[in-house]
């Protein structure tokens, strides 16, 4: 019997995933294991593997299509099995014109499934059928006794799809091609990751009542000690984002109101802390995330980001590795910016924006102006959870842990 391939949920926010690439055609030969297809979901691409042995008898989905989660996106089954309307779609159209024999073909199906008057069918098969729109009282069960079961709604689904994809398929591939206009602008269809990247924009912006505070710290002595932990291991390099990730869960353990979310009617504090780390892409913004930062050493903690970058940038992170984040860090100084507004990463309360170290001159505790590596912060937050009062303490504390960083330990 044939088997539908349907879009998988790769993430719990994952609600469409983009067709990128078919690797197998119509016609191939599938053992499980396969990869089928590759797909572009909120900021990653996965490839999707074959769960059954058969023949790719269908493709419903095309290249470049937005398909959601339990989506229909393509048919396996024996060689030469038919599906649907998939092998003659000339002679479906005709009978969809036809209401006479589409009644006659009803009618056998609704007496399979029916028992004084009411259609025998799963809780779930129900379910799927209300949701796709399919009529139970013509689609034959093959469970036991004639039940209705799942796979049977989404076989009489897949006629459906067929019928009304018969005719846009032709013109899908032209869709997704760049337009050039008489004056030279180019403009090019949204991807996957930039729209996901508005959409949550937009919502953050939206939901989220944004206050940004920025302070300026003293870093002598965090990279006099980041120098000194470099000189000391030769297997791994400290980057002035692992240690922020570190001093970011240490604090965090003490002003548990930004380690926070909230919801409609309730405020959510997290057990565990979970750092994000903004990494830049061709294509956008990811945010893999070092889960219990304020469980590991700076030197566990290192060796993760190093490994969660590395995968961000050739898109081999899993949905495990993008969630969960209870704090954000985005940090520019690469980019030569000395300070910036973040927007928070819901449903966060809180994102950390961190500036280049600059040379100047400060005046110290003896009044005398002499030279210092200075960095700013700006920390922006949910006005809904974290008042100034706690966001500008949190901030103060992690200020003292970059100026000394024994101050973690006291």
């Known amino acids: 019997m044939a088997t539908e ?78 599906v649907g309307a998939a092998s003659a779609p000339a002679a479906k159209k005709e009978e969809v014109q036809t209401e006479a024999p589409k009644a006659e073909a009803a009618a056998p199906k609704a007496a399979s499934v029916t028992e004084g008057g009411r259609v025998k069918a799963s809780p779930l098969a129900k379910k799927i059928a209300s949701e796709l729109g399919v009529d139970l009282s013509t689609v034959a069960g093959s469970g036991p006794n004639g039940r209705i079961v799942q796979k049977d709604v989404l076989a009489a689904e897949v006629s459906t799809a067929v019928v009304e994809k018969a005719a846009p398929e032709v013109k899908a ?36 009542p944004h206050v940004t505070i920025t302070t300026e710290v003293n870093v002598d002595k965090t990279i006099a000690l980041r120098s000194k932990l470099n000189a000391k291991n030769a297997d791994v390099r400290f980057s002035y984002t692992d240690i922020l990730v570190k001093m970011c869960a240490t604090a965090l353990r003490n002003y548990p109101k930004i380690n926070a979310s909230i919801t409609e009617d309730s405020m959510i504090f997290h057990d565990k802390i979970n750092i994000g780390v903004a990494v830049a892409l061709d294509d956008g913004l990811i945010v893999p995330v070092v889960s219990n930062a304020d469980r590991k050493g700076l030197k566990a903690i290192t060796k993760e980001t190093k490994d969660l970058i590395n995968k961000a940038r050739t898109n081999t992170l899993s949905p495990d590795e993008m969630s969960g984040a209870t704090f954000t860090i985005s940090n520019l100084g690469s980019y030569d910016i000395d300070g910036f507004t973040p927007v928070i990463n819901l449903p966060e309360a809180a994102i950390l924006g961190v500036g280049r170290i600059v040379k100047k001159p400060i005046v110290n505790e003896n009044d005398e102006i002499v030279p210092a590596s200075m960095m700013v912060l700006s920390m922006s937050f949910d006005h809904r959870v974290v008042d100034g009062a706690q966001a500008a303490e949190f901030l103060k504390a992690l200020k003292g842990y970059l100026e000394d960083p024994d101050n973690m330990y006291v």
Do not use: C, F, H, Y
């Open 5 to 82: 391939i349907i879009m998988p949920q790769l993430g719990l926010t994952m609600e469409e995933g983009t067709i990128a690439k078919w690797i197998k055609q119509v016609g191939d030969k599938v053992s499980v294991g396969d990869v089928l297809v590759e797909i572009t979901t909120d900021k990653l691409s996965s490839e999707i593997e074959s769960e059954v042995e058969g023949v790719l008898l269908k493709i419903v989905a095309q290249e470049g299509e937005d398909i959601p989660v339990k989506g229909l996106l393509a048919i396996i089954g024996a060689e030469g099995e038919q």
């Open 173 to 208: 591939a032209p869709a997704a091609a760049p337009v050039q206009p008489a004056n030279a602008d180019v403009v090019k269809p949204l991807t996957n990751m930039r729209k996901v990247i508005a959409k949550r924009m937009q919502q953050s912006k939206n939901t989220a």
